[in-house]
Each structure stands twice: as structure tokens, then as C-alpha cells.
């Protein structure tokens, strides 16, 4: 059974760091392209970057200045780097991973074979 499980939630300050971790219960290494999503408190969920099966990378405009995805292949681990939090990060954080999409993007949750529970990312002022 494929699972998926996050972690490094947390609480800071705006202006505050978090790196958030993924790790998965199966070989992803080149089958799996992966992303994050999140969903603020009373919102829907919204994507936030996504990471393909060779590394490459996409990341939502409004967060390209202060977001990173990353991944370790030997891990089978998937990262996002979070800089200068602002109360608008707030929120649950999502990973999730297809093997049959072609490509993985933070435009739609669809096409999506596994996802975490989730961990929860409060910034305050």
C-alpha cells in the first residue's frame, strides 16, 4: 500500500522558517513525480509546488520567492523549504504523489495516487 506521511509542522512567527518533510512507504525513484498542496483554515485546498520524476521543479508564483520543493531520490523523501512565513501560511500542508500523471502539477489535485494526513503550519504575527 502506497503511504505518504509529512512532517515538520509546526508553530513560528512570521518571518519564521519551516522545512516541512515527506516520506514515502515506496520506491518513488523515478515513478512517482510528487507535490505539495495546503489548505487553509475554512478554505479549500490549493497546490504549491511540484517536483517531476527527473527533479525538475515548479513552484506557484506567489510563493516562489520564500518556497523550494525538493526531493531525496535515496530517501525517498520529499521537501519544501519555507522562508519568511507570513500569517497567510497558514494552514494543513499536503504531500502527494502520482505514478500515472505524466507530469505533476500544483495546478489540479487530480491524478493524484497517494496523499498524507497532513501536517499543520500556524504563523503568527
Known amino acids: 500500500q502506497v503511504q505518504l506521511m509529512e512532517s515538520g509542522g509546526g508553530s513560528v512567527r512570521a518571518g519564521g522558517s519551516l522545512t516541512l518533510s515527506c516520506a514515502a512507504s515506496?520506491?518513488?525513484?523515478?515513478?512517482?513525480?510528487m507535490a505539495w498542496f495546503r489548505q487553509a483554515p475554512g478554505q479549500g485546498r490549493e497546490g504549491v509546488a511540484a517536483i517531476q520524476r527527473d527533479g525538475r521543479t515548479s513552484v506557484r508564483g506567489m510563493f516562489e520567492d520564500r518556497f523550494t520543493i525538493s526531493r531525496n531520490f535515496a530517501k525517498d523523501t520529499l521537501y519544501l523549504e519555507m522562508i519568511n512565513l507570513e500569517p497567510e501560511d497558514t494552514g494543513m500542508y499536503f504531500c502527494?504523489?502520482?505514478?500515472?500523471?505524466?507530469?505533476?502539477?500544483?495546478?489540479?489535485?487530480?491524478?493524484?495516487?497517494?496523499w498524507g494526513p497532513g501536517t499543520r503550519v500556524t504563523v503568527s504575527r
Open positions: 502527494a504523489a502520482s505514478r500515472r500523471a505524466y507530469y505533476c502539477t500544483w495546478s489540479s489535485d487530480e491524478d493524484y495516487d497517494a
Open positions: 515506496f520506491n518513488t525513484d523515478a515513478t512517482y513525480c
